[in-house]
Nanobody, 125 residues
């Protein structure tokens, strides 16, 4: 199983990025998918999730700015990030969960079977 995240980069405040996570070795339609991020010196934190039914969940810090989506036919999950601020600077990780469907479970780092390698997002002021 492999989760390949891409799309990170350096942008200025107010800019946008679209992250992609291509999944191989499993059927995306069987997994809830999420994005987490980890800033230097901080713990990994939940960003957004989309469950098997397409319901989405977001951290309060990104609501209204980020949008998670999935294309099961392409085995790919996306994170559209708009209105970026320096506080969004972090390594972003995609993750797959076979057991999560609600926010309480999906926002927990321990609920995930597989993780991608991360893609770096840097937002300058």
């Amino acid at each position: 199983v492999q989760l390949q995240a891409s799309g990170g980069g350096s942008v200025q405040t107010g800019g946008s990025l679209r992250l992609s996570c291509v999944v191989s070795g499993l059927s995306l339609s069987d997994y809830a998918m999420s994005w987490f991020r980890q800033a230097p010196g901080q713990e990994r934190e939940f960003v957004a999730s989309i469950n098997l039914n397409g319901r989405t969940y977001y951290a309060d810090s990104v609501k209204g700015r980020f949008t998670i989506s999935r294309d099961n036919a392409k085995n790919t999950v996306y994170l559209q990030m708009n209105s970026l601020t320096p506080e969004d600077t972090a390594v972003y990780y995609c993750a797959a969960s076979s057991s999560g469907s609600i926010y309480y479970v999906l926002s927990n780092v321990g609920s995930y079977n597989y993780w991608g390698q991360g893609t770096v997002v840097t937002v300058s002021s």
